[in-house]
């Protein structure tokens, strides 16, 4: 049962144009959401996340919404650059109990930027 | 400089041969977890500690052991591994407050085939 879906496997957006990715959910104890970037050959790097009280965060060209009664989160980049060109990865983290949390990610969507 | 480490970074052997892969950070974070990336299945926990000595399972734990012996380091270990144990292999850790919140530093990966 996937928790933490991104139903869009790839992206393609041209440069300087804005780049939406979803993420959908289905647990509604997940209380805190992140977004990750991977590039080929390397580990994931932090890239923005947002807590359940708030439906906004932004962080220069990235921004992430959150719509908890459609249990949906995006995450905008604007402009879009070349380098953005990735895998980002959509995580969820719920309390599980006993002083540990459930973190799960989604599939990841790959984003290509043209120039 | 701020690392995860992971040791081998690729590595091809045999069914039943037991192999440890070692995971080590820096920066003095209380949580560690492993991670395997599939085609098409994303990222999806194996296990996880959040503490020296305090280790539980995740989404995928069949197969694999952890030790936490030392807060730095986190080894996950296949005592006898099988080809569908073929995976690229991440290692994370992050602070503990608020538990996984804290956003987790990835190392770069261990690319494992089992013939």
């Known amino acids: 049962d996937q928790q933490v879906k991104q139903n869009s496997p790839s992206l393609s957006v041209q440069e300087g144009r804005i780049s939406i990715l979803n993420c959908d959910y289905t647990?509604?104890?997940?209380?805190?959401f992140l977004w990750y970037k991977k590039y080929p050959a390397e580990g994931p790097t932090f890239l923005i996340s947002?807590?359940?009280?708030?439906d906004k965060n932004e962080d220069g060209r990235f921004t992430v919404f959150l719509n908890k009664s459609a249990k949906h989160l995006s995450l905008h980049i604007v402009p879009s650059q070349p380098g953005d060109s990735a895998v980002y990865f959509c995580?969820?983290?719920?309390?599980?109990?006993?002083?540990?949390?459930?973190?799960?990610f989604g599939k990841g969507t790959k984003l290509s930027v043209i120039p | 400089e701020a690392q995860v480490t992971q040791n081998p970074r690729y590595l091809i052997t045999v069914t039943g041969k037991k192999l440890t892969v070692t995971c080590s950070q820096n920066?003095?974070?209380?949580?560690m977890s492993w991670y395997r990336q599939d085609p098409g299945l994303g990222l999806r926990q194996i296990y996880y500690?959040?503490?020296?000595?305090?280790?539980d399972k995740g989404d995928v734990p069949e197969g694999y052991k952890v030790s936490r012996k030392e807060k730095r380091n986190f080894p996950l270990i296949l005592e006898s591994p099988s080809p569908n144990q073929t995976s690229l292999y991440f290692c994370?850790?992050?602070?503990?407050?608020?538990?996984?919140?804290?956003?987790?530093?990835f190392g770069d990966g261990t690319r494992l085939s089992i013939l």
């Open positions: 994370a850790s992050s602070f503990r407050s608020r538990g996984i919140n804290q956003p987790q530093h």
């Open positions: 647990n509604s104890m997940f209380d805190y």
């Open positions: 947002i807590s359940s009280i708030k």
């Open positions: 995580a969820a983290v719920a309390y599980s109990g006993a002083g540990s949390y459930q973190l799960t």
């Open positions: 920066m003095n974070h209380e949580y």
């Open positions: 500690s959040m503490n020296v000595e305090v280790t």
